[in-house]
C-alpha cells in the first residue's frame, strides 16, 4: 500500500524558511518521478515542483522557481522541498504526490507566512 507522509510545516515571517520532507513507502521509490503540490486558501490545488525518479532533472512553476528546491534521497525513501524567500501568498497545505494532479498524495503539512 502506498503511503506519503508529509512534515516539516510551520508558521514563519515573510523572507523565512521552511523545510519540507516527505516520507514514502509501499512502492519503488527511486523508479518514480514525484511531485509537490499545495492548496491555498480558497484555491484549487496546483502543482509546484516535480523531479525525475534519478534526481537529474527538476521543474517548477514560475511562482517558486528561484526560491524552492526540490530533491530526494532514494536511499531513504524520501522526498524533500526547501523553500526560501517565502512570501505570504506562498501559504497553503503542502502535498507530495506520485503524480502532477495530486491523485495519489499524503495528508498534507500546513505551511503558513504571516507577519
Known amino acids: 500500500e502506498v503511503a506519503l507522509v508529509e512534515s516539516g510545516g510551520g508558521l514563519v515571517h515573510p523572507g523565512g524558511s521552511l523545510s519540507l520532507s516527505c516520507a514514502a513507502s509501499?512502492?519503488?521509490?527511486?523508479?518514480?518521478?514525484m511531485s509537490w503540490l499545495r492548496q491555498g486558501p480558497g484555491k484549487r490545488l496546483e502543482w509546484i515542483s516535480s523531479?525525475?525518479?534519478?534526481?537529474?532533472?527538476?521543474y517548477y512553476t514560475p511562482a517558486v522557481t528561484g526560491r524552492f528546491t526540490i530533491s530526494r534521497d532514494n536511499a531513504k525513501s524520501m522526498l524533500f522541498l526547501q523553500l526560501n524567500s517565502l512570501k505570504t501568498e506562498d501559504t497553503g497545505m503542502y502535498y507530495c504526490a506520485q503524480d502532477t494532479q495530486g491523485i495519489v498524495r499524503g495528508q498534507g503539512t500546513q505551511v503558513t507566512v504571516s507577519s
Open positions: 523531479i525525475t525518479g534519478d534526481g537529474s532533472r527538476t
Open positions: 509501499g512502492f519503488s521509490f527511486s523508479e518514480e518521478s
